[in-house]
């Protein structure tokens, strides 16, 4: 079980968290003028790295707002959270 | 016209019975108003939503504020909870507002209270929440959203016990656990 620190609520238990994937996913800026197959790449490709990745988590148990957190795939260590809206942090 | 019935009012005699040992007090509080407030806490509107509530909008995450007897309790950065007895309304904060860009909504229905209190109460919460109930962090003007017994629950921790504002729908199942978990307790 993650302990997830929420950038609001604190440190909460990863149950009370609903995961919402790759973060810093740009909505493209003409999406009407994507081919079929950069639109699928926009829609379904992902990275998948080993290590440092920065995902969008929602605290939809306690203050429901969504935030971003770098957490290391390959060890669940999480380096860093913050707000929508903010800059990757710089991360080992 | 209908009969009004809180979720746990079939629980009153079974919390009465679990309360008399002295250890625990277990009670159904129905009918508390809850309006949800939401607003830009730097915006105008929110300091004349304080004016009107008599008290400042909690802006520091999981605090809770009193004005007499309403209770403001932060939600989000830009969310709260405003709790008073059956006869308050929403009316002045809707006015407070006015057209401007937020919300006030009557939530009543949403959620039932319950009580724990007693010198017990912290364990009986304890063994179905994972967050620290300790005084030291999380007594009186502290506000926590958070899950008890895998129940969404808003917890307001008060002089003597907590206050459990739990979803209606789920206000039996939690009333049955929290007799469960006291039962070494009370017995």
Known sequence: ?92 | MAERRSPAAAFADRFATASKSGALTLAEIPFLRQINVRVDPESPAAADLGAALGVALPVSPGTAVRSGEVTVAWQGPDEWLVIGPEGYEAEPLRAALGDRHGSVVDVSAQRTTLLVGGPRAREVLAHGCAIDLHPSVFGPGAVAQTMLARAQVVLLPQQDGFLVLVRSSFAVYLAEWLLDAATEYVT
């Open chain 1, 1 to 92: 079980m993650l302990l997830i620190p929420c950038p609001w609520c604190g440190p909460r238990d990863e149950a009370e968290f609903h995961y919402g994937g790759q973060a810093h996913v740009a909505y493209p800026a003409d999406p009407g003028a994507l081919s079929d197959e950069e639109w699928a790449r926009y829609l379904f490709f992902r990275d998948n790295p080993k290590g440092s990745f920065a995902e969008r988590w929602s605290h939809s148990a306690g203050c429901r707002r969504w935030f971003n957190a770098v957490r290391d795939t390959a060890t669940n260590e999480i380096h860093a959270v913050y707000r929508v809206g903010e800059p990757r942090p710089v991360t080992p």
